[in-house]
């Protein structure tokens, strides 16, 4: 069995292995909160062997994997593991060159004559 800490790596891990560790997480955030694995099946419109499943770590579906994330109040957090792609050198001058010309255009269409 490996030892687990909250600062993990997954990357040397298998996929099994991963799969294991958040769902013994998963597990122990739900009990944490009080809540049996029918409610949160309830809740995320999913059977409680579903649920059960992603805590054991077995090969879920991605959308039931979601739904016990939301309902938990997780799914945010997985924002975080997932960041934006940075921008790419040739897109980030096309959009300040954009900003500079649209911070010269004129307001105002003045014209020879309009002065009266």
Same mark, same amino acid.
Not at 19 to 27: M, Q, S, V, W
Not at 36 to 41: D, G, I, K, R, Y
Not at 68 to 85: G, K, Q, S
């Given at each position: 069995?490996?030892? @687990? /800490? ?6 040397? *891990?298998? $996929? @099994? =292995? ?7 997480? +998963?597990? %122990? ?6 809540? /049996? =694995?029918?409610?949160v099946a309830d809740r995320a419109g999913l ?10 770590g077995n090969d879920v579906n991605l959308d039931?994997? +979601?739904?016990? +994330?939301? /309902? ?5 957090? +997985?924002?975080?593991?997932?960041? @934006? ?9 096309? %959009?300040?060159?954009?900003?500079? $010309? ?6 105002? *269409? ?7």
């Amino acid at each position: 069995m490996m030892k @687990e /800490t909250a600062a993990m790596e997954f990357a040397p *891990h298998s $996929n @099994e =292995q991963v799969r294991k560790i958040a769902g013994a997480r +998963l597990r %122990a955030i739900r009990k944490s909160r009080n809540l /049996t =694995q029918q409610e949160v099946a309830d809740r995320a419109g999913l059977s409680r062997l579903t649920v059960s499943s992603i805590e054991r770590g077995n090969d879920v579906n991605l959308d039931s994997f +979601l739904a016990v +994330l939301r /309902t938990l109040d997780l799914l945010d957090a +997985l924002a975080l593991t997932i960041p @934006e792609p940075p921008l790419s050198p040739i897109a980030e001058l096309s %959009a300040r060159s954009r900003r500079r $010309n649209a911070a010269h255009k004129p307001t105002d *269409h003045w014209a020879w004559g309009d002065e009266r």
